[in-house]
């Protein structure tokens, strides 16, 4: 399971958690204008826009969870299990391998209207990166500084959906996700007056019980509703550092710790990772569940217009700050 989400503060901001049980070998991945992209059923690029994010690369070529182009266009690919279906080859449309999906549009596009319509003429085709790495049941949120949208690809087609809360989990669908948050419309940051009955007595003998309902286990259906709660009243602060903390608290709210989620016998499902880049400067900030310091790679520290990608290694070493 996995959470994404944008957030506007002092900068525009894109980010998610990557919750799993194993290690894909990520790292952070840089890739420069001029590395071509070998697409297998469209022409290379060969210059184009560069980008910054988690990754596993294999042969040379970056495996992208999620990442920020140059622009500020943002993509992750989250878990939709059962649902993604992806569809043989088709003469008369863009054919993308989902795997190709990020670099892809990342490469090609500046924002999400660019990428909405280019989505027109996409087919998501079942081809597997190799024999040993199948295709990945996932779907997709796009996002640049104005608006995301949603695009999972299931047995009836294409679909696009324009999501104005900026969120992604998993299954079921978005527009189940979307509807859903009405069932919980009566949530509230502040303290609830007594609708119940004028007859009882019902003293608020706590803060915070206006978000009594507000679920608190680690579904899909209920990290949506409550990353929702949390993002739509979160304020915003002014400056950089102070956002990307807050950033990070709000997925924090919607974290796994390991443990809490056993998927099958003394196997755990945990937040490896938490994500947050600066999408007006191109800074991926990363922590990880064994290192809460956050560690920053910046896309235009670097050379953009090299051909070669990038690599930086995770760094998992826990930094306590000892004082005495
Ligand atoms: C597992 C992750 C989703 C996390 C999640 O939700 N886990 C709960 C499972 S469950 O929902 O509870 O069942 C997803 C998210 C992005 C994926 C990579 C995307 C690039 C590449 C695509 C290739 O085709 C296959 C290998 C590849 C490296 C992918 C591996 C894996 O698939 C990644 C890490």
Redesign the pocket.
Known sequence: ??TALTFNSSSHYFGRN???ELS?N?EIVITPRNYPFHFRKMPSATTHFAMIGMA?VVDDYP???DATNEKGLSMA???F?DNAHFFPLHDKKDNIS??EFIPYILANFATVDEARHALTTINLVDI??NAS????P?HWIIADQQQAIVVESTKDGLHVFQNDIGILT??PTFDFHRLNLSNYRQLSASNPTNSLSNKIDLPAYSRGMGAIGLPGDLSSASRFIRATFMKFNAVKPTTENLSVSQFFHLLQSVAMPMGACE?SPHVY?YTLYSSCCNMDEGIYYYKLYNNSQIVAVHLFHELIDCSKIIRYPLQHQQQINHIN
């Open positions: 399971m996995c990557l919750d799993v894909y990520e596993t495996l992208y969870f690919g989250l878990n299990p989902p795997f597997p990166f790495l199948p295709l990945a996932l998993n299954n998927i499902e």
